[in-house]
């Protein structure tokens, strides 16, 4: 039937070479007629309907193999329905250059998993991760090239996770990883992943050099977790500003270094 794909009736089961022996060990019966319909998804066939006939029952008819394909068809187009309606949810979902969720769903699903935590006090993890000086990339570079670093870190922050963890592009430059039952020590383990997949990865030269700044936040509790982003947001401020800092201190170090030999 696989290889006709079409639909079965087969009236002396015990006499056609058809009809597997081992069919009937199975069902600890014997068998007199079979009823085989292919459940197709768009045009693929994904499994088989059949019904099977025991000697103690009645007759089958081509009117029953009629009603069981009528059947079938119907559950494979509802099926057919349902996945296609998944599609598109996807891609709604989806950030188109990343493949990875964009930002409505992460505000979607970041409000789910607050929920969950509050209820169930499991531990929760937000990383939000900013490319360094993105802009200043795409004018050196262009804009395709900052597009394959977006897509680059992307599929290396999939990689660096777990299955139930989340990947979003939720801006241009920013990205955030939602991990559930995740405590603060095992978010730092994962941005720890994360810096050696990237420094890995520009070792080789598979992409242009940059730098990611983190905002790491884990919540223990019901007060901690309604803050997630808000903590997570501000301590990836927080690291913008050190790095600030740090090179002011740099230039100044290398001002005061040369002064003297301006006054020469």
Do not use: W
Request: proline share 3%.
């Amino acid at each position: 039937m696989f290889e006709h794909e079409a639909p079965l009736l087969i009236s002396e089961a015990e006499l056609d070479p058809r009809v597997s022996s081992r069919l009937t060990k199975i069902i600890k019966t014997d068998i007199k007629a079979i009823l085989s319909v292919p459940l197709k998804i768009s045009s693929t066939i994904m499994a088989v309907v059949e019904i099977i006939q025991t000697k103690e029952q009645g007759s089958f008819s081509s009117a029953h193999l009629q009603f069981l394909q009528t059947m079938t068809n119907l559950v494979g187009l509802m099926a057919e329905k349902i996945h296609l309606q998944s599609k598109l949810q996807d891609q709604d979902r989806l950030d188109p250059l990343t493949k990875v969720y964009n930002r409505s769903y992460f505000e979607h699903l970041l409000a789910q998993e607050i929920e969950r935590c509050e209820r169930y006090n499991f531990p929760l993890s937000l990383i939000l991760l900013d490319i360094e000086a993105f802009q200043k990339i795409n004018e050196e570079y262009g804009y395709q090239a900052g597009d394959n670093i977006l897509k680059t870190l992307a599929c290396l922050l999939r990689e660096q996770v777990r299955k139930v963890d989340t990947v979003f592009r939720i801006g241009a430059d920013e990205f955030a990883l939602l991990l559930p039952h995740t405590d603060e020590q095992g978010a730092q383990q994962v941005r720890q992943r994360i810096q050696q997949a990237l420094q890995e990865a520009q070792d080789n030269q598979r992409i242009l050099p940059f730098h990611i700044k983190f905002g790491l936040y884990s919540a223990a509790g019901t007060e901690e977790a309604k803050d997630l982003f808000a903590q997570a947001d501000i301590n990836l401020f927080q690291e913008r500003q050190e790095e600030i800092s740090k090179l002011m201190r740099e230039r100044q170090e290398l001002f005061q270094l040369i002064l003297p030999f301006m006054d020469e």
